[in-house]
Nanobody, 126 residues
Framework: QVQLVESGGGAVQAGGSLRLSCAAS????????MGWFRQAPGKERDFVAA????????YTADSVKGRFTISRDNAKNTVYLQMNSLKPEDTAVYYCAKHNYRYSSVSFRTGDYDYWGQGTQVTVSS
């Protein structure tokens, strides 16, 4: 079965950096667009970034543009989220997700993703 396992979260001070990883198994990773989302306490799950199946296209939320970078290594079945210049408002549980369909374009809609990881906590202090 499909499994997505996030890692790399933690506690950092404002201005710091973290690199999240999401290791995928049970699927042909290289044909699926992958996304990162986040959810802060009491808020809805929000889109962060997505990357197309071949890495040729990315889409990043305005709130993190210029600070966060999504990438993938299809040989390692892993998608990454490099987070720089972190702010307290970036504090959330971060989730990776697999798109519903093969060879799809990038999407910001949570409904376009069918499998989700368990999440990793990122806490940014001021």
């Amino acid at each position: 079965q499909v499994q997505l396992v996030e890692s790399g979260g933690g506690a950092v001070q404002a201005g710091g950096s973290l690199r999240l990883s999401c290791a995928a198994s049970g699927l042909t990773f290289s044909v699926y667009t992958m996304g990162w989302f986040r959810q802060a306490p009491g808020k809805e799950r929000d889109f962060v970034a997505a990357i197309s199946w071949n890495g040729g296209s990315t889409y990043t939320a305005d709130s993190v543009k210029g600070r966060f970078t999504i990438s993938r290594d299809n040989a390692k079945n892993t998608v990454y989220l490099q987070m720089n210049s972190l702010k307290p408002e970036d504090t959330a549980v971060y989730y990776c997700a697999k798109h519903n369909y093969r060879y799809s374009s990038v999407s910001f809609r949570t409904g376009d993703y069918d499998y989700w990881g368990q999440g990793t906590q990122v806490t940014v202090s001021s």
